[in-house]
């Protein structure tokens, strides 16, 4: 089966909500479970029409597209790509929340990564921009594409990890 994670930052008021006028979408990051591109959507000044589109391409190829709290990653690529097709989605937020009998609200990667064993992610952007009242747009486009990069990573060995766990009760359709 070919996947391929997705992984946003975004930036703005209201904790960069995708319907906010004045939120930008920084940054997606594809991985496909060997390789990580990174494409620049507003971070910079550069445009980026090519780099939605080589997105939206790489979505199209894919079967199952996976994400941690997807629907926040799925609005931003529809206000931005509102043509995209998806067919399959794995949201690794999601599974822990039903694995949890619905106990686990909204766990962050970070605490899921941790609960199966896997390295938590760095909170440097968090604490040293976020929570000083800094944007995502004013981190430092290395720091901000390797965290980004963790970010896919992490939801792929994630995923994996959660296959492991799938019960078969759970693949009835």
């Not at 690529?77 to 106990?103: C, G, K, M, R």
């Amino acid at each position: 089966m070919k996947c391929l994670v997705v992984d946003v930052e975004a930036s703005g008021a209201n904790k960069a909500n995708p319907f906010g006028q004045s939120n930008q979408l920084c940054c997606i990051g594809l991985f496909d479970g060997v390789s990580y591109t990174y494409h620049d959507i507003e971070h910079s000044s550069l445009p980026y029409n090519d780099a939605l589109n080589l997105v939206a391409q790489a979505i199209s190829r894919c079967e199952v597209l996976i994400g941690h709290n997807l629907k926040y990653d799925l609005n931003w690529l529809a206000h931005y790509i509102p043509t995209l097709s998806i067919s399959n989605v794995w949201d690794t937020q999601l599974f822990e929340y039903l694995d949890s009998s619905q106990l686990w609200v909204m766990p962050s990667l970070t605490d899921s990564l941790v609960k199966s064993g896997l390295p938590a992610k760095s909170d440097l952007i968090k604490t040293e921009y976020w929570d000083k009242g800094l944007t995502t747009m004013q981190v430092p486009a290395p720091l901000l594409r390797e965290y980004n990069e963790y970010d896919c990573r992490g939801t792929y060995n994630l995923y994996l990890k959660q296959l492991d766990r799938l019960k078969p009760e759970q693949t009835a359709l």
